[in-house]
C-alpha cells in the first residue's frame, strides 16, 4: 500500500511539472495591436504574416483538426524541399464553413514567401496576409464543434449590441497541443471595419 501511495505521488508530480512545462513554455506567436477593449471583446489589429495553409472538404472542427493538422504539421517538420524543420507557432487558425474549410499555421517572423522552403504536399499553400482588424472573444477549455458555434454566437452578439460591423467568417484560433490540459485558451475572431 505504502509503495503504491509513493507511485501514485511521483505520477502526479510528473503530471504537475509536464503541465507547468506546457504553460511556461515559450513558442513564438502571432503579434497583434490591442486597439479598444470591451466587456466580451477587444478589438486587435494583425499586421501581416506568412501562413501555411491547406484547403478541405470538412465541414466540422474535429473532420478539419485532425487531417488539416497531420497535413501541416509534416510541412514543418521537414515535408519540403529544404527537409528543414520550422518552427511551431501560435495560434492554429481554422476557418470552418459547410463547404471548404482551411486551416492555417503561421510561419516564424523570420520566414516570408520568399525564403520559406516548398512544401512537398501540393495541397499546401504560402500565402501573406493583409492587414486585418478583428474582434476577438477568448474561451477555455478544450474545444469542440458546440464551443465554437457557442462562443461565434456569443460574439456575434456583442458586436450587434456594440455597432461593430463585421464581414466574413468567423474564424477559430487554437493556441494550445492537444495534451496541455490546464491553463488552455482559444478564440472566436472575426474581420471588422475599423477606422
Known sequence: MKIMLIILAVLFSLVIISQTYFIMATSETQPYQVIKKEKDFEIRLYPPATMATVA?????YKELSSSGFRKLAGFIFGGNQDN???AMTTPVHMDISDSISTMSFVMPANYSRDNLPKPNDSTITI???????VAALQFGGYANDE????????LKSALEASGVEYFGNYRFLGYNAPYQ?????????VSIRWK
Open 127 to 133: 500565402k501573406t496576409t493583409a492587414d486585418d482588424y
Open 181 to 189: 490540459l490546464i491553463g488552455r485558451k482559444n478564440e472566436i475572431i
Open 56 to 60: 478541405m472538404n470538412a465541414k466540422t
Open 147 to 154: 464551443k465554437i458555434k457557442e462562443n461565434t454566437v456569443k
Open 84 to 86: 528543414k524543420n520550422i
